[in-house]
């Protein structure tokens, strides 16, 4: 899940925004987690499936 879509419980504010420490602490972690922590889950399934038809398509190739 992206921090645009979370509300903080602390302050009612979208977490993207930052109004107070525990926005911003965890807008922090977020954008720290990695490439892929961004993407949602069905992002994650096209990019593997593309990468499995590409997989086929070199073996295919190289038989």
Do not use: H, K, W
């Amino acid at each position: 899940m992206t921090y645009d879509r979370l509300v903080c419980a602390n302050c009612a504010a979208p977490v993207s925004q930052g109004r107070c420490p525990v926005c911003r602490a965890n807008r922090e972690r977020l954008q720290q987690e990695g490439p892929f922590s961004g993407l949602n889950p069905m992002a994650l399934i096209v990019l593997m499936v593309v990468l499995v038809a590409a997989l086929v398509l070199v073996a295919q190739q190289t038989a």
